[in-house]
Structures are given as C-alpha cells and as structure tokens.
C-alpha cells in the first residue's frame, strides 16, 4: 500500500513542483496540496493522511501552529517540516509541537522520498545542518536561554504589542490575524517563560516593569 502524503506549501511554483516529485515513487501518493494551514485544516480529520510535508512560514497560521493544532489529534499522522529558515528555535518549537522529520529547502526529489520512507518506517529525517543544531543545542537547557530567546520571532513581536499596552484585538488588526490566532501566540509566550499575565511576561522577557 503506498504511502498518503498531503503537502502544505504557500509557494504556489514547489507546491506544485513537490507534487510533480511525488508521482514519480509508486511507493508514494499525494492524496492533497495546500497553500496554507486553514485549507488544509478543513480536510485534515477525514483526509488522515500517512504523512505530512508542512512548510514553516505560511501566511496567517504558520506551519509549526498547525503541527501544534492537529498532532495530538491524530498521532499516527508523521508531519516533516520543509522551510528554507536554518533557525534552530524554529527546529525545537517544530520538534515540540509534534513534528517527527525537519528538512531544509529545497530539498533533492530523493531527498524528499528518503524523508517520507524514513519518518514511515519509524525515524526522524533531518537535513544534517538542522541535526547540528539539535545536538549542539543539548549543551544548553532551555531554563538557560534568555527569556526572550525562547520566543520565536512572531511571538517575540505580540509580547512587544503587549509591552505597548494594545489589547488583543488591536494586536489582532495590527498582525492581520483574528483574535484566536492572537490569543494562541500568547497562551505559548506565557508556556515558554512560564508566567500568568501580561505584566509577568513583560517583566521577565524585558527585565523591567512595564510602565
């Protein structure tokens, strides 16, 4: 039976290219392409794909949110992140949202074959400059890690609309995302530095009271 692989790509040019790559492995079938996380959102539950590719960066919610949103509701699903960022934050939240496999872009057509027999058969493909990071990473704990290190760069920009004193739904309109979006950035921020407000958060990523 092949492998069902759905593939989450915003450019619209390797979405279509990914796709093109995966009919040529009898192995392998695309059973969806997406360009963001919304409409691959709506199909997810009664898709179950074997496989995801998911890109990081897709407008609105991003990859990693997505991973976040749908892994623990159905865990047999493998999601291999694709994303041309060789950011080692981004590879943890990925790793810790629920992701199985990272791969930089744009990968070989082997490449991503290999990724999706590998994370199929039980292990975790990563590009070797992502598998680095990872093990250099394991010398620091992330209690080590500034307070504001521990944020990726989106969340790191709602904290300082927070800072600012706008409310959820100006920081909303501000970021062109709806007030859920806003209030799953924070709910993460408060996680990562381990507070309970507004102020607490302000304070310990900035070190000073808020004013």
Not at 38 to 46: I, R, V
Not at 165 to 173: C, D, Q, R, V
Not at 181 to 194: A, N
Request: a negative charge; aromatic letters at 8%.
């Amino acid at each position: 039976m092949a492998i069902r692989v759905a593939v989450v790509e915003d450019d619209v040019k390797l979405l279509e290219l990914t796709v093109s790559i995966l009919q040529f492995y009898p192995d392998i079938e695309c059973v969806g392409a997406y360009e963001s996380a919304e409409a691959f959102s709506e199909t997810f539950l009664s898709l179950r794909p074997d496989v995801v590719l998911m890109d990081i960066g897709l407008p609105q919610e991003d990859g990693i949110e997505c991973v976040r949103k749908w892994k623990p509701k159905l865990r047999e699903t493998h999601f291999v992140m694709l994303t041309s960022l060789s950011d080692p934050q981004k590879t943890f939240d990925a790793l810790q949202a629920g992701a199985t496999g990272y791969v930089l872009k744009p990968p070989m057509p082997e490449q991503i074959a290999a990724a999706i027999r590998d994370v199929w058969a039980g292990g975790s493909p990563m590009s070797a400059s992502i598998a680095r990071f990872v093990v250099e990473s394991f010398q620091h704990t992330e209690t080590e890690l500034p307070a504001l290190e521990r944020l990726t760069k989106t969340e790191r920009e709602v904290l300082h609309d927070l800072e600012a004193g706008f409310s959820y739904k100006e920081i909303a309109a501000r970021r062109f995302v709806d007030i859920t979006t806003v209030q799953s950035h924070i709910r993460h921020i408060y996680e990562k530095l381990e507070v309970h407000s507004r102020t607490e958060a302000v304070n310990k990523a900035f070190g000073r009271k808020k004013s």
